[in-house]
């Protein structure tokens, strides 16, 4: 352990070459005599030869007493390489400690901070991978996916039906639900659950209901996602030149005249939906990695290509070497043609997107349940 004290300025210092090898990876350091509070300016972590970012970092301070600082990663391995914190007050002393999962989880606050995990495959993915696979290999360890329709669910699906038999028809809110709560039991004690619908009966039904049954050890939230409209667009063919006799009225008219601007008090509405559903996911995203010992896992529908070559590289299981089924997207009736103004009337959708390829999360967001007595 070596600490440096800045003589630039007397209310840095920096912290560097200390080895994280506990299970989960997570540094403690303790910020002594610290009355103002402290903020991480830099943190540096090495895995093998690559630099990475710690999947998050936290400080609690209480005034006159110090300040925690929490710097999360997953597995072992990694070494701290530097870390440079910012106080308001000259810091008398520092020292680092080592905390495994069981030592930290005595602390409220710091079993809450701990909890919020969310890993990106575009950023991490060895981190992914290994997070994933380890879950694999573990048996008290379940994974729920929640299906962001138009984003990759059907490829994902087959491979896992192909790891984890059988798999369940996970399609579509109300039906889904309605299957969901005749055998609630039956759906959250399988390995892979799969639920194709919307982020508020996920959030409010099936993680509770599915937390308190099984009362698990460790929980995975699965998350593809895609470029908003890229996915606006896949649904507005799906539903315009698919299945149309099953279509209603209304939306075969819309369908059948395939213009914006002949029908933009409608496409307003379908705009406003889609901001609505990428907002949900983005709360699926955070609030259920606040859940003890949950991570969330998302992955980009441009990534999953490459994500299934490394887990078939990790698990040497041929459902990750198999190819997807053709799911050609048909623009015979009505080939719509996206508009400026519709670009703009997604921007909440934009945010959204933005946010999750580069990693940012709101992890204020909490999901709490209530453990079975």
Known sequence: LNITTLTTDPRHFTISNYKVNTFEGLAFLNVA??????????????????????????????????????????????????LTCTTETFVNYTKIKETTRAELFTDATAQKTLSNTTINF??????????LTRCFNDEDCRIYYYHFGKSGGTGVLERMEHFYPPRLDSCCNGLMMDRFYKDPKLHCSLKFSSYQITGRYFLGRVMPTCYNITNQSRSIVLVTFREHMQRTLSYIHQMCNKNFGKRRKRLQEVCQRCSYAKDKDYWTEFLDSANDQYQQLYKVVSATSSLPDSTVLAVDLMDLSELYRDLYNATNHKAFSMRTSANPESTS???????????RGLRLANDV????????YQHNEQFTVNKPK
Do not use: H, W
């Not at 575009?122 to 997070?131: A, C, D, G, I, K």
């Not at 009736?333 to 670009?343: D, L």
């Not at 997107?353 to 940012?360: C, D, E, F, K, P």
């Open 33 to 82: 005599s610290v009355t103002r509070g402290c903020r991480v300016a830099a943190a540096q972590i090495k895995y093998y030869d690559k630099m990475i970012p710690p999947l998050k970092i936290t400080t609690i301070c209480l005034f006159g007493i110090g300040c925690l600082v929490l710097l999360t990663t997953i597995g072992s391995n990694r070494t701290l390489l530097a």
């Open 122 to 131: 575009r950023l991490q993915p060895e981190m992914f991978v290994e997070e």
């Open 333 to 343: 009736r009505c080939n719509f043609g996206f508009t400026s103004e519709m670009f």
């Open 353 to 360: 997107y933005r946010n999750l390829t580069l990693g940012i």
